[in-house]
């Protein structure tokens, strides 16, 4: 089992910045996925960014330029730096953990915090 706890959300102006954490614990493999999703109301959940325990991050375009993920693997935490907020990125951000073993796949997520844009 993997524990995803998170942290950060908040309301913002638009143009504002808000930076999000998620401390994994518990039954971590070294080689892993750690990424962020979003779902506004009435949406999908949708891919945001994403970064392996080693390699390059990837993002969605709508965020390419305004969003960076990062990671520091010894406490197991994956942040998200939202810069330039922009009403539309309002949503609930969930933490994701993946890890990809033979024929089977771990794959966790955080309870959720709220992100909302707006004057």
């Known amino acids: 089992q993997v524990q995803l706890v998170e942290s950060g959300g908040g309301l913002v102006q638009p143009g504002g910045s808000l930076r999000l954490s998620c401390a994994a614990s518990g039954s971590i493999f070294a080689i892993n996925v750690m990424g962020w999703y979003r779902q506004a109301p009435g949406n999908q959940r949708e891919l945001v960014a994403t970064i392996p325990s080693t390699g390059r991050a990837n993002y969605v375009d709508s965020v390419k330029g305004r969003f960076t993920i990062s990671r520091d693997n010894a406490k197991n935490t994956v942040y998200l730096q939202m810069n330039s907020l922009k009403p539309e990125d309002t949503a609930v951000y969930y933490c994701?953990?993946?890890?990809?073993?033979?024929?089977?796949?771990?794959?966790?997520w955080g309870q959720g915090t709220q992100v909302t844009v707006s004057l």
């Open positions: 994701n953990y993946k890890h990809y073993g033979f024929r089977s796949l771990d794959d966790y």
